[in-house]
Structure formats: C-alpha cells, structure tokens
C-alpha cells in the first residue's frame, strides 16, 4: 500500500511517501481501501513528538491520521455489520494509521455511508469530529435542551463538529469565537452558529451573557478567560491546546467560588474506555452531516502533499479542514 511516513520526529519535512505491506484484518476487524484521510492537529502534535513520553504514544516510523473514508476491502473473523464494496468512514483507536491506501479499523468504530449521499471529503472530516462532539456533549458535559454553548476556535476540526450536533441536542444558542484574521471566514461559514466573535474581544462583545456549556480546544488565556461567562452549574470541556501553551492553569478556588466544573476530553482516551458510546456517536454524527450541520470549508490535497498540509496548518492557513486524497 502507499502510504505517508513520519519517519523522525521534527517539521514538516519529516514527512515521506512511500510502499508499505497490505495490512489485513485481524477478528473483530476490517480493511478499507481509503479514498480520503483528514488531518488533524492531533497528525501534528504527534509528528513534532509533544507527547512522545507519554505510554502508548507513536514513535516514528509511523503513519499518521486518525480518520478516513473509503470502501471496505476486506472483513475480519466475526464481521457481520458490513460488506465488502460498503462506503464507510472510520475512527483510530490508535490515533496513528489513515494516511495510508489501505487502513485496518475495528470494525465499532466505522459507520456506513452508503446512501446518505455525503461527500467523502466532508464525511472524513465531520462524521468523527461531530462523533467526538456527541460524546462530548452527552457523556461529558451532559448537555440539556435549551442550554447555551460557547465554542472557541470555532472553525477548526473538532470545534467546528459542535455547533451542528449542538443544535441536534436542542442547544438553544451557539456562539462560537475565531481569531481576527479568520472573522470574514467566520462570517461567510455554513456551519450553524448563532454568532461568531473575535476571540481577542469576546469577553467585551459578550458583555453579561451566561454559556452552560463552553468547549475550548484552544487553552491557554482564552480558558480562565471563559469562566467570566459561566455561572453556577456551568461545565467547560478542556478539548485541546491549539496555542501551544502548555504552562497555563486554573486555580481550583476560581472552580468552587463559581460552582464550575472544568472537564477534559479526548477521544483517543476517552472512547477506548467507553466503547458502547461509540457507535451510537457515529451515528448520530451521520445523522447531523447528512442534514446538513457540518457543511465546513474543506481544501483536498493527494498524499504528496502532506508535507503541505502540516506546514499550512502550523501556519494557520485554512479556515477549515484539509483532507488528503489517495488518487491524484
């Protein structure tokens, strides 16, 4: 199979393509002949080696990607949920893997297409996130009907899912908060906000406004900034660090005094270990895209252009997704 390698940890350039054996399945198992895999900051954390103490982290060489969409190629012992030729999407439970032409998921984490008639590109780049966002919302931050969210870098991958699935679980307001040089984007996106705001005023341009719910795969200022917005009850999901800054914290007494709760969420830790929520995520992550709710800005590359990709999303240059193309 082709595949794209990190084969040392470091930029961009670290990036190679090359062939690799066929993988195939193992019980419980399927291959898919992928046609598409996002990529994700996640892809470049681990490329840049930031977690590459911790147990169970990829060290090089290895494939990166976390989603992908494709046909299944083959079905492993105890597989009956599926065909082969069948259109899916799939989620890592490794966080490594997608940037490849063929691809081995456990088959509970891959959701059908067939005949929902979503674009592979968009479904490779919401169906997992709007996933992850379920998950969130409902195991996690326990969401009601009629309750309010805040959604900080409101077009990036996972914070873009949210909106959307928010809406489904009956939010009653979504405002989502960008950084000033993507606010003509925000302004122009189809994903379902109820307003989008400069993340450097957001606290000014808000004023007295209360979120029951606020996501931030941001961090850094931006996190302790969010706790002016809460009130009593209030539950923030620490989802990410996308500034980078890893030295920023919270002190508990800020959490008591307001009743605020701060929970952290991700998927590579969470689903392993909530294996039952996962299917029913997906499904109502195909549920929300198929409607409608995840109509994000995407750029297509091919696989020799992952090295691209990284370097464009270090730089900040999308408002959106990039997916990567097996064909040219």
């Not at 681990?46 to 147990?55: K, M, V």
């Not at 923030?236 to 914290?249: M, Q």
């Amino acid at each position: 199979m082709r595949a794209v390698s990190a084969t040392a940890f470091g930029d961009p350039s670290v990036l190679s393509v090359g062939e690799l054996p066929d993988p195939a399945p193992g019980p419980g198992e399927v291959t898919i002949d992928v046609t598409h895999a996002a990529v994700g900051m996640v892809d470049l954390f681990f490329r840049q080696g930031a977690f590459s103490e911790s147990p169970g982290m990829p060290q090089p060489p290895f494939v990166p990607g976390l989603e992908v969409t494709g046909t299944i190629r083959e079905l492993g012992q105890g597989v009956t949920d599926f065909r082969v030729g069948e259109e899916v999407v799939a989620m890592s439970q490794t966080g490594t893997g997608g940037y490849a032409s063929v691809y081995v998921a456990n088959a509970s984490f891959v959701v059908s297409i067939d005949g929902f008639a979503i674009d592979p590109a968009l479904a490779v780049s919401m169906i997992p996130n709007a996933a992850m966002a379920h998950a969130a919302l409902t195991e996690v931050a326990h969401l009601k009907e009629g309750e309010s969210v805040l959604v900080h870098g409101a077009l990036g991958g996972l914070a873009s899912a949210f909106p959307g699935v928010a809406k489904r679980l009956g939010a009653s307001r979504i405002v989502g908060t960008v950084r000033p040089g993507k606010l003509r984007a925000a302004n122009e996106t189809r994903l379902p906000y109820d307003q989008i705001v400069d993340s450097t005023q957001f606290l000014d341009v808000l004023g007295d406004q209360k979120f029951d719910v606020v996501i931030d795969p941001v961090g850094g200022a931006i996190r302790s900034q969010s706790l002016a917005l809460m009130g009593p009850g209030a539950r923030l999901i620490a989802a990410g660090n996308a500034s980078g800054d890893w030295e920023h914290s919270i002190t508990d007494s800020q959490l008591w005094m307001g009743s605020i709760t701060i929970a952290g969420f991700s998927a590579g830790a969470f689903l392993p270990a909530h294996p039952h929520v996962v299917r029913p995520a997906l499904r109502a992550a195909r549920a929300a895209v198929a409607a409608g709710l995840g109509n994000a800005d995407i750029e297509v590359l091919s696989f020799d252009e992952a090295a691209l990709a990284h370097t464009r999303m270090e730089s900040r240059d999308l408002a959106g997704r990039f997916v990567l193309a097996t064909a040219p």
